[in-house]
């Protein structure tokens, strides 16, 4: 059963355009989400955060959309750049009592062209 | 400051071979944890630690142990290898009581034949 859910196993943007990746959840006791990028032959590298608190969190170009009622987070990239081209992992968190275990999703893969 | 460690980066075991992933973190991190990653399936956890002799079973623990008697080591054993653990495996740590400050090592290639 998977918890968290990212439905599109690739999304190709052009350089300078939006990104948007979605991903789902079915938990309602996750209250803390984030979001990974992985390079090849790398670990995952934590990109942003939000709360259940929250329904939006930004940091430069990378900006977390929650949306509660409907279990559904997203991550807008923007502008997307050549070095975006990552895989991108959500994950989330019942961060209260789970002392930080985390539920990731399948991944998407970006490519993003020049 | 090397972060998060992982040795062997590949191995190949035969099945029914044991053998130990190592992870080291050098940032007092009170948290670890093991997850391996699957085509299609993301990254599972394996198990997790909170601290120096406090260990707990993740989402999928089955034919891996660990034991955490430093803060820095969390090795991660593979008692009888079995085709069903080829995968990619990746330690992690954390210094935060929340999960946004989690680290992962570079990951060990494994392939059981």
């Known amino acids: 059963d998977q918890q968290v859910k990212q439905n599109s196993p690739s999304l190709s943007v052009q350089e300078g355009r939006i990104s948007i990746l979605n991903c789902d959840y079915t938990?309602?006791?996750?209250?803390?989400f984030l979001w990974y990028k992985k390079y090849p032959a790398e670990g995952p590298t934590f990109l942003i955060s939000i709360s259940s608190i929250k329904d939006k969190n930004e940091d430069g170009r990378f900006t977390v959309f929650l949306n509660k009622s409907a279990k559904h987070l997203s991550l807008h990239i923007v502008p997307s750049q050549p070095g975006d081209s990552a895989v991108y992992f959500c994950a989330a968190s019942s961060g209260s009592t789970s002392y930080g275990k985390l539920t990731f999703g399948q991944g998407t893969i970006l490519t993003v062209h020049p | 400051n090397a972060g998060v460690t992982q040795t062997p980066k590949f191995q190949v075991l035969k099945t029914g071979q044991s053998m130990t992933l190592q992870c080291a973190q050098d940032?007092?991190?009170?948290?670890m944890s093991w997850y391996r990653q699957d085509p299609g399936m993301g990254l599972r956890l394996i198990h997790y630690s909170v601290g120096a002799g406090i260990t707990d079973q993740g989402e999928v623990p089955n034919g891996y142990n660990v034991s955490r008697s430093t803060t820095e080591d969390f090795p991660l054993r593979l008692l009888s290898a079995a085709p069903s653990q080829t995968s990619v495996y990746f330690c992690?740590?954390?210094?935060?009581?929340?999960?946004?400050?989690?680290?992962f090592g570079s990951g060990t290639r494994l392939t059981v034949v």
């Open positions: 938990n309602s006791m996750f209250d803390y």
């Open positions: 940032m007092n991190h009170e948290y």
């Open positions: 992690a740590s954390s210094y935060h009581t929340g999960p946004g400050g989690y680290t």
